[in-house]
């Protein structure tokens, strides 16, 4: 597994959502990994896109 971005998070925790979401919005490129395949309720809630 091989990713060429500038950040990479470990974990789609609140914590870990809510880091990607300001660094994105700041034009910083990331990428997001865990342990689960499916988007949890929670980022759900807040970003239903």
């Known amino acids: 597994m091989s ?3 500038p950040v990479l998070i ?3 925790g ?3 959502l809510v880091a990607a979401l ?5 034009g910083i490129k990331v990428r997001i990994i ?3 395949r499916q988007v ?4 759900a809630r807040i970003w239903p896109q």
């Open 3 to 5: 990713f060429n971005v």
């Open 22 to 26: 300001s660094l994105a919005q700041h």
């Open 10 to 12: 470990v974990g789609a």
């Open 34 to 36: 865990d342990k689960s």
């Open 14 to 16: 609140p914590a870990g």
């Open 40 to 43: 949890s309720r929670w980022f």
